[in-house]
């Protein structure tokens, strides 16, 4: 049975920085991904690899301060935060997909088959 293992979730003030990593169990996949959910909020993408080439996507809102890599040795993806605020508090999930997923796909929720069980993140001001 497939696993997505996180971790690296907690408590820090803005402008903190965190990282998060997803390990999945199990097998590798073609496209991973973050998601997160604010509470009152909609899911909302983050940050997307395909695992083949590394090519990623980020959300507008945290480019320039979230970056998304994978290390094949390890069958992880991390999710590196800096210069967090309290509009990044959410709890945030992994994706992966069995697909390599096109660049414009990578951020649809809908194609992600697997997910984690979410880590919490909260950005103090």
């Known amino acids: 049975q497939v696993q997505l293992v996180e971790s690296g979730g907690g408590l820090v003030q803005t402008g903190g920085s965190l990282r998060l990593s997803c390990a999945p169990s199990?097998?590798?996949?073609?496209?991973m991904a973050w998601f997160r959910q604010a509470p009152g909020k909609e899911r909302e993408f983050v940050a997307a690899?395909?695992?083949?080439?590394?090519?990623?996507v980020l959300a507008n809102s945290v480019k320039g301060r979230f970056t998304i890599s994978r290390d094949k040795a390890k069958n992880a993806v991390f999710l590196q935060m800096n210069s967090l605020n309290p509009e990044d508090t959410a709890i945030y999930s992994c994706?992966?997909?069995?697909?390599?997923?096109?660049?414009?796909?990578?951020?649809?929720?809908?194609?992600?088959?697997?997910w984690g069980q979410g880590t919490q993140v909260t950005v103090s001001s």
């Open positions: 994706a992966a997909s069995a697909k390599s997923w096109i660049q414009s796909a990578l951020s649809n929720y809908q194609n992600y088959d697997y």
């Open positions: 199990g097998r590798t996949f073609g496209s």
């Open positions: 690899i395909r695992w083949s080439d590394g090519n990623k």
